[in-house]
């Protein structure tokens, strides 16, 4: 600009020139020749377009190198991904989401990621830790092709919007070569809207253009959160849900997928009981969001009493403990949840909570974007008034690399497990706590937690063969009829069950002998199917009977496509 300027001015006050002597317009148009090597004029030449004669031509060609540096840095990370990169991962988007995943799998995986806005905050911090970034429209099949998706074992969708997202997933199908693949690419998207989750899980087989080779999976981060949650941080003991009382501070965030959560568990834990949860919500729009609840779950009531204190969290009643007490004027909430976008006003309500004599030692969870920074740090701490009060860290979680890229079957797995600790602890009573397995899922050996994967792996298979699919449910019809197996199709599940157990445990090292020796690896089951007893069979009949239940605790269901598998 300072060349331009300078350069008119030169031209204007050019004297060599005969008359009529150049006008502004003339002078302009001078002074942006100076940019193409030109604006010759006859001397004596005035300081002024001097030095717009020299800088012009400069800037020009630094321009040009610039550019020509940045396609050569552009084309050199192509070259590169092409080269050497193999089984990798493409993140699609570098906000929140797609950033905390390149971080968690950076140093296990190669990443590549496509991000459109170039001046992106998290690219450069991307770059350092060695991911690879790639600028454009993820929609784009041919910049996916650039970011090696023929030879990526994964893809992960994240760019924003539901619409985006789904655009991008199509664009990956067109992008692929028509010959199959050798291995299977997973691609996971994030959409917000559950309800369009469900709707594309049904036109599952069209939108993955019927491809063998391309598995396409949704994924909700604040859903995952919300199970996390209830799972991490139990609102009751297992058979104790009328015993207990439920207070939920704000509904952002995590909070609408925090009640949800808790009403599958009350559905999963009470089996055919009527017992119900009482739930309370406070904050000073704790009314409106109970109202908004209901009319987006209408069937809430059949699993939560639910009730409001309505109290802004900045009064001096709520800071002074009031919303812990009932109207005897004594503490009655047993378990507090704190789900505040503003993380520090999350803390300072947590602190409010345990303000109220005799109401120290409940426990106190506030939901952070981050479990290890921030306000997680500070709770960090387990003295004084922070022993009982813990951060969890509802994206951080959620975006794990073993939750995010094992999608619905990881959640799958973990409800599994829980199941079987609710209904062992029934059964067995005390006896249940000699079983090495009965603990937390985080406390379960790799080996212990492989097990209920390998089940859940199994779960689209089955479905497939008698025309089923999985879909988001985020709170069952309490009254509602759930999806039950036929006799003809349980025995056709529990067969394919009973041969995949087999096959495993056969890969495993495990072969046939009269006497089960869990030492040397023989086990008197592992023959065909036709050849076991009743009781046997049974077990793998009851393994696939538990299969709506143990998808409804995840906050999934069955829905029938007709389209069968065989």
């Known amino acids: ?83 050497f990169i193999r089984n990798h991962v493409i993140i699609c988007g570098l906000g929140e989401t797609g950033a905390r995943l390149a971080a968690a799998l950076v140093d296990q995986v190669p990443i590549v990621v496509i991000e459109s806005n170039a001046s992106a905050r998290q690219i450069a911090g991307a770059r350092l830790r060695g991911v690879s970034v790639l600028g454009g429209d993820a929609s784009d099949p041919a910049l996916l092709r650039q970011a090696g998706i023929e030879r990526a074992r994964t893809l992960v969708v994240a760019c924003g919007s539901a619409a985006v997202n789904v655009d991008v997933a199509a664009a990956a199908g067109r992008a692929l070569a028509p ?44 859903s995952i959160g919300g199970q996390l949650l209830v799972e991490r941080e139990p609102p009751f003991e297992s058979g104790r849900i009328e015993e207990a009382h439920v207070l939920i501070v704000g509904l952002e965030e995590i909070g609408e997928q925090l009640v949800l959560a808790l009403a599958r568990l009350v559905a999963s834990d009470r089996g055919d009981d009527t017992a119900k949860l009482l739930v309370t919500f406070t904050g000073a729009n704790a009314d409106a969001d109970l109202e ?34 009932g109207a005897d004027g004594r503490p009655d909430v047993t378990r507090a949840y704190v789900t505040l976008t503003d993380e520090a006003a999350g803390l ?74 609710r209904t062992t602890a029934v059964t067995e009573g005390d006896a249940a706590r000699q079983n090495p397995n009965f603990k937390p899922w985080d406390q379960l050996t790799d080996e212990q ?20 699919i999985v879909v988001p449910m985020p709170l069952p019809d309490a009254a509602g009829d759930r ?46 199917y036709d050849e076991l007893d009743e009781p046997t069979r049974d077990k793998d009949r009851d393994a696939v009977a538990r299969i709506p239940e143990t998808l409804a605790a995840a906050g999934f269901a069955i829905r029938r496509t007709g389209d069968r598998a065989g």
């Open 1 to 83: 600009m300072i060349s331009l300027v300078l350069g008119t001015i030169g031209y204007l006050q050019l004297k060599s020139v005969p008359p009529p002597r150049y006008g502004f317009l003339d002078a302009l148009y001078r002074a942006i020749t100076l940019f193409a090597f030109g604006g010759t004029a006859p001397p004596p030449i005035p300081v002024t377009l001097q030095i717009a004669r020299i800088t012009a031509p400069v800037l020009t060609g630094y321009a040009a190198l610039g550019t020509v540096l940045a396609l050569t840095r552009a084309q050199a990370r192509v070259l590169g991904i092409r080269l």
């Open 179 to 222: 010959e199959p693949r050798r291995r299977p690419l997973r691609v996971f998207v994030h959409l917000d809207n559950l309800d369009l989750w469900s709707s594309l899980a049904a036109e599952d087989s069209t939108f993955a253009f019927q491809r063998t080779d391309f598995r396409l999976q949704f994924f909700n981060v604040m």
């Open 292 to 325: 908004t609840l209901l009319t987006r779950y209408p069937t809430l009531p059949g699993y939560l009493r639910l009730g409001t204190r309505r109290l802004a969290i900045e009064s001096a009643e709520f800071q002074a403990g009031a919303a812990m007490l």
């Open 348 to 421: 300072q309500a947590a602190l409010a909570l345990h303000a109220a004599p005799g109401a120290t030692n409940v426990p106190v969870t506030v939901t952070v974007v981050d479990a290890g920074a921030g306000v997680a740090e500070i709770l960090g701490s387990d003295r004084g008034r922070l022993a009982q009060i813990t951060a969890f860290g509802a994206v951080s979680e959620a975006t794990s690399r073993r939750l995010l890229l094992r999608g619905v079957n990881e959640m799958v797995a973990r409800a599994q497990h829980a199941q079987w600790l």
């Open 449 to 468: 937690k492989e097990f209920n994967r390998r089940f859940a792996d199994d779960i689209n298979p089955k479905l497939d063969r008698i025309g089923a």
């Open 483 to 528: 999806f039950e197996f036929t006799d003809a199709e349980l025995e056709l599940l529990a067969r394919h069950e009973h041969e995949r157990w087999v096959a495993q445990r056969r890969r495993d090292g495990w072969t046939y002998g009269p006497q089960r020796d869990d030492v040397r690896k023989i086990h008197d089951a592992l023959k065909p």
